[in-house]
């Protein structure tokens, strides 16, 4: 889908970005797009192409607007020039546990966004969104994808989708809400000081790659105690599928530990339900 001929093309900083990237990851390159169906399904394409045990060079790819993005179970995900940022990053990762993966993600992007004027609202509600602490209003959403099957021993390609309110919505169509039905709101990027999609990129793109590289070679483990302070549903009662209870913070493992009337704690993998407050 072309852009609309009165929005003007976004200036996305990728020579700035491939300098700061390239520092982590040499080979790194950094693309931006008008229009495309959706970023994670065209770099997941690229590993599908090539000859068994053969993966595409480490690649950021971002899109003004994406017209087939895809949210966690399956969901829709649409956005519209300059309200939204969306963009994936491909690489190759090995880590020793993968569970947590999408958290330390989330995190990751929490941090990027704490020296904003408003950076401090900015909370974690797992598995994979950003929500502003205490309203509940959805900023961001994640989308973590690994395919097997690479030249290094248990490497995965995995592409990282992330799509970040910038502007206020308008509607239901676009925007990270429109991935799940959200009813309580939605946050954007404004609100906290960051009006714009390029520059926002340009504040997230090495601290989310600086992250992917720390949990292959640390795991979740030494990002508990700073998720811990940015949870969202720590001690409140919520619904995770059927189950009902207190939600009590997370393991090492990523899964949400819940703890039902009768006292006993689940263990809640997240690719198994949708968790909502009461």
Known sequence: MPL???????????????????????GVRVEGVGSIGSTNTELVERRRLLPPGECPPPTLLVAEAQTAGRGRLGRSWTSAPGSSLTFSL????????????????????????????????????????????????????????????????????????????????????????????????????????????PQALLRI????????????????????????????????RVTAGERQGVAEGIDAGGELLLRDDAGTLHRIASGEVSVRPC
């Open 90 to 197: 491909g690489l190759e990762l090995a880590p020793a546990d993968w569970g947590g993966l999408s958290l330390a993600v989330g995190l990751a992007v929490a941090e990027a966004l704490a020296d904003l004027p408003g950076g401090d609202r900015v909370g974690l509600k797992w598995p994979n969104d950003l929500w502003l602490r205490g309203e509940d209003r959805k900023l961001a959403g994640i989308l973590v994808e690994a395919q097997a099957g690479a030249h290094l021993s248990g490497a995965r390609w995995t592409v990282v989708g992330i799509g970040i309110n910038v502007l206020p919505l308008h509607g239901s169509g676009s925007g990270s809400g429109s991935d799940e039905g959200f009813r309580s709101g939605y946050a954007c990027l404004q609100e906290l000081g960051e009006p714009s999609a």
């Open 4 to 26: 609309p001929s009165d929005l003007p093309k976004l200036a996305w900083p990728v020579h700035a970005l491939e300098a700061s990237l390239q520092s982590l990851l040499p």
């Open 205 to 236: 793109a090495p601290l989310l790659l600086r992250a992917l590289l720390r949990f292959q070679a640390e795991g979740l483990a030494p990002l508990l105690a700073t998720w811990a302070r940015r949870d969202v549903l720590a001690g409140r």
